[in-house]
């Protein structure tokens, strides 16, 4: 596995199975990232984003990760699991620009009453690095876009999963839910009806929808009345 050092803080590049992934330690956090999804993020550097919400935390190498490469004024990060991830503790501890929040499905009310309150002037950068379910993702989506500002960037990883081949997904609760995929369809259908999306960019392991101004409409990301008498596939 690659090791990548960043001011002091070294992190392990740890893409195996969940099963199978290490766990952090001080000085040594586990980023579950490919070279791929750093270099996007190593490209937002000049963004300069100050106000940054984690949603997905795993061992918390990615939340020390942006952290070193940002330096943000402050950045807050949640994560279903209740246990908290003792080495992200003790680095946060002489730091108090960074959150973390633990036992909060992303999808709750929870969640969004942290970013809310952490973040009363808005959100420069969203990472929802959790489920990558298609219902969960986007209710977390219609509750935390809105706290984005103008011009901020709300980024989704993993989204592909349901087309890449992977032998053990095969009879898995997950294999048997809605793609991630649908969630594209519908953001690219409002992007082309709505000024709220500036603009979306996507490869095989993210896509990041660029805030423009206005608000999601009433009907939120719900499409149909813009498709012309058709049904939206579901796949």
């Not at 081949?165 to 809605?178: L, M, Y």
């Not at 960019?201 to 009907?219: A, Q």
């Amino acid at each position: 596995m690659e090791i990548l050092e960043i001011d002091g803080a070294k992190f392990v590049l740890d893409n195996r199975a969940g099963v199978l992934r290490g766990k952090s330690e001080d000085n040594k956090y586990v980023l579950v990232k490919t070279r791929r999804l750093l270099d996007f993020y190593e490209s937002l550097r000049a963004e300069a984003p100050k106000n940054i919400f984690e949603i997905g935390m795993f061992e918390g190498g990615s939340l020390i990760y942006f952290d070193k490469i940002f330096e943000p004024k402050t950045i807050v990060g949640v994560d279903i699991r209740r246990k908290p991830i003792a080495a992200l503790e003790r680095y946060k501890k002489a730091r108090p620009h960074i959150k973390t929040y633990y036992g909060r499905s992303q999808d709750s009310a929870q969640t969004r009453g942290a970013a809310q309150s952490n973040f009363p002037e808005g959100i420069d950068l969203v990472i929802d690095d959790a489920s990558h379910l298609y219902s969960e993702t986007k209710k977390t989506f219609e509750n935390i876009f809105p706290l984005v500002r103008t011009g901020g960037l709300y980024v989704i990883e993993d989204w592909a999963w349901a087309h890449r081949e992977n032998p053990t997904a095969a009879g898995t609760a997950r294999n048997n839910r809605p793609a991630l995929t649908n969630l594209i369809f519908e953001l690219t259908v409002l992007a082309a009806t709505s000024r709220v999306i500036d603009r979306i960019t996507i490869n095989g392991d993210l896509f990041c929808i660029k805030k423009g101004r206005g608000m999601l409409p009433v009907t939120k990301l719900d499409v149909s009345s813009r498709l012309r008498n058709r049904d939206m596939p579901l796949i």
